[in-house]
C-alpha cells in the first residue's frame, strides 16, 4: 500500500515562498526515485522535482530551476519542497510521488503517487 501523504500547500501572492512536506515512510531509505510532480486544472501532468535515493542525485523541470529545492530528512521519513520567488503559473496540485529507476528520476517520472496538496499564487 503507497503511503505518502503531502502537507504544506496553501495560498500565496507572487514572489512568496511554501515548503511542502511529504510523509514518505519506506520510500526514503530505498533505493528509490522520490520526488514531485504538478498538475493544474486543464494542464498535463509536470514532473517538477526528484531526487534518487541510491545516489543522492537530485533533478530538477527547467521551469522551477534556481527557485525551488527538494531534500529530504531521513530521521523523520519526510521528503521537501522548498519553493520560493513563486509565480502564478505555479498554481497547480502538488503530488508527492516515489517509484521507478534512475532514468525515470531524470525524466521525473513516477509510479505512484499521494492525494496531492494545493497550491495558489496570486499575482
Known amino acids: 500500500q503507497v503511503e505518502l501523504v503531502e502537507s504544506g500547500g496553501g495560498s500565496v501572492q507572487a514572489g512568496g515562498s511554501l515548503r511542502l512536506s511529504c510523509a514518505a515512510p519506506?520510500?526514503?531509505?530505498?533505493?528509490?526515485?522520490i520526488g514531485w510532480f504538478r498538475q493544474a486544472p486543464g494542464k498535463e501532468r509536470e514532473g517538477v522535482a526528484a531526487?534518487?535515493?541510491?545516489?543522492?542525485?537530485?533533478y530538477y523541470a527547467d521551469s522551477v530551476k534556481g527557485r525551488f529545492t527538494i531534500s529530504r530528512d531521513y530521521t523523520k521519513n519526510t521528503l521537501y519542497l522548498e519553493m520560493h520567488r513563486l509565480k502564478p503559473e505555479d498554481t497547480a496540485m502538488y503530488y508527492c510521488?516515489?517509484?521507478?529507476?534512475?532514468?525515470?528520476?531524470?525524466?521525473?517520472?513516477?509510479?505512484?503517487w499521494g492525494q496531492g496538496t494545493q497550491v495558489t499564487v496570486s499575482s
Open positions: 519506506g520510500y526514503i531509505y530505498n533505493n528509490n526515485c
Open positions: 510521488a516515489a517509484g521507478g529507476t534512475s532514468i525515470n528520476c531524470q525524466k521525473l517520472e513516477f509510479g505512484y
Open positions: 531526487f534518487y535515493t541510491y545516489d543522492l542525485t537530485t
